[in-house]
């Protein structure tokens, strides 16, 4: 599944929760029990579906996911940002070629 964000696309690797992806690519979510019983993890669903293996605890409205519970049942676009920290709202100060002869 391609799970698309509000800063990028990245796919969803097998047996990963949606939350544990959107942590492994460095996006800001909080979490509190990845069972499904606070909401604290909500998010907004744009687009996309998603099932529950178990019904979560939590209110989740008709716009909303849980992604520490939910399993996307079609690739997915939803609202969430990467951390402030993430490596790539940081670029690699020498990830240029020193020596690269063409100017921008």
């Known amino acids: 599944m391609l799970i698309t964000t509000c800063d990028k696309t990245f796919a969803l690797q097998p047996d990963e929760t949606l939350l544990e992806g959107l942590e ?23 687009s996309g579906q998603v099932s529950y293996p178990e019904p979560p605890l939590a209110y989740v409205g008709k716009d909303e996911i849980l992604p520490c519970c939910c399993v996307p049942q079609t690739d997915l676009n939803i609202v969430c940002h990467l951390r402030v920290d993430a ?11 020193l020596f690269d002869t063409q100017l921008d």
């Open 87 to 97: 490596p790539e709202n940081h670029p690699d100060i020498f990830a240029r070629d």
């Open 24 to 46: 492994r690519t460095g996006h800001d979510v909080e979490y509190q029990c990845r069972s499904g019983y606070c909401g604290s993890c909500r998010l907004k669903l744009i």
